[in-house]
């Protein structure tokens, strides 16, 4: 026997299953009408309860609420004829919001699907998967949102930087904190699978340049250069600058990177990462001594692996076993590792190691993160291998 409270926590829960699928339905009568019976007892049961029974029907005597409630009468040997609440039937989402407190939320999400739906019918189930954002959003946000995604359909490919946009109440902060929302539906106004990861190629616009940290580690380097130590530019700015290093270093940790100490001919690229690709724009780095220090990680010999494509000269600094096994005090976990087994770049000695994190060898999923390595033990190995 459902008493309505229940009925309640019932519709709650089919709301958050549901609700969603309700709002891109194309047809809503299909869905439609939701018939929970109520559980009325048989003689027997009711004789066993009757005050429970009695309590029972008179709660939904008192009901006054969304929905058809249907009662049915029953003729009992023991009891007699008995009116009891049978089913209750909701006719769609207005009554069952109504049922659970959610009616403003939903008709305002409904209204809010049907302007995205009206001038872009394909983003129905793109947009019904974000029942909160139509549910919540202040007005004006909304009359943004529809303003950038009607301007960035027109305009395919303006190849502008976000500031330029001419879109009245929008500026670069705001789009900034809403790109993964924008993204979504501009992907679905295009009929894509998704946004994809990189937001301003979605759109036509001018990414940012990804700056490239370099260090001239050289004091004659660096003269040339007007006193300059570090300088953050785009790959192909770099490229386009007139130094012969002798020896390029490729650090991954900055704080390492800025404690490097001047090194005749030298230059370091630092925190780069997977961004080890921009190698390959700069034709001055191929020709000189390459050494690469990393963690000792499954993403670290990837890493190096990527890094050997560009300059294939490259050499590992402290990335071997013997370094691994001198600083075991000093291990850490790697939160996940690289799934990559193919590291053909690899050398015979950094495969094996590789392999063997790969395998827990040493521990499950074991890591020895640079900048743990002791300063004096590192400066020493770094300056060996610079001047070889």
């Avoid at 301007?151 to 670069?172: F, K």
């Avoid at 190698?279 to 050997?308: E, N, V």
Wanted: charged share 20%; net charge neutral; aromatic share 8%.
């Amino acid at each position: 026997m459902k008493l309505p409270g229940e009925v309640k926590s019932l519709l709650k829960k089919r709301f958050a299953g549901k609700h969603r699928e309700w709002l891109a339905a194309d047809d809503p009568t299909e869905q439609w009408p939701l018939v929970i019976t109520l559980g009325p007892p048989s003689e027997a049961e009711a004789l066993k309860q009757t005050e429970a029974v009695r309590a029972w029907v008179e709660a939904w005597r008192e009901w006054r609420g969304e929905g058809t409630l249907q009662w049915v009468e029953r003729r009992w040997r023991v009891l007699g004829t008995q009116r009891l609440p049978e089913y209750l039937r909701l006719d769609g989402p207005h009554a069952v919001c109504a049922w659970i407190g959610e009616l403003a939320r939903w008709q305002l999400a409904e209204l809010r699907h049907q302007a995205l739906c009206q001038r872009w019918p394909q983003l129905a189930p793109v947009a019904a998967r974000l029942f909160n954002l139509l549910a919540e959003v202040e007005d004006a946000d909304f009359a943004r949102i529809q303003a950038v995604l009607a301007w960035l359909e027109d305009n395919p490919a303006s190849g502008l930087y976000l500031r330029q946009l001419p879109i009245a109440g929008m500026d670069t902060k705001w789009i900034e904190s809403r790109k993964g929302l924008l993204g979504k539906l501009l992907a679905g106004i295009r009929g894509l699978p998704g946004p994809g990861d990189d937001f301003h190629s979605l759109c036509g616009l001018q990414a940012p340049p990804a700056l490239v940290h370099l260090r001239l580690l050289d004091p004659a380097l660096r003269a040339a250069a007007n006193g300059l130590r570090d300088i953050c530019a785009p790959a192909a700015q770099l490229a386009g600058m007139n130094l012969e290093p002798s020896t390029v270093l490729v650090v991954e940790n900055v704080q390492t990177g800025l404690a490097l100490p001047d090194l005749p001919g030298a230059v370091a690229f630092i925190g780069l990462g997977y961004r080890v690709d921009v190698l390959s724009q700069i034709p001055w780095t191929r020709h000189c001594k390459g050494l690469y220090w990393g963690d000792i990680d499954t993403h670290g010999y990837s890493i190096l692996h990527r890094a050997r494509s560009h300059m294939p000269q490259l050499q590992s600094l402290l990335m071997d076993e013997a370094t691994l096994l001198q600083f075991s005090s000093l291990w850490g976990t790697e939160p996940e590792q690289c799934p990559t087994e193919d590291l053909s770049l690899l050398q015979p000695t950094e495969l094996a190691v590789y392999q063997g994190l790969k395998e827990h060898r040493w521990g499950h999923r074991l890591r020895l993160e640079q900048e743990r390595i002791s300063w004096p033990v590192a400066l020493q190995a770094l300056l060996r291998m610079a001047t070889l």
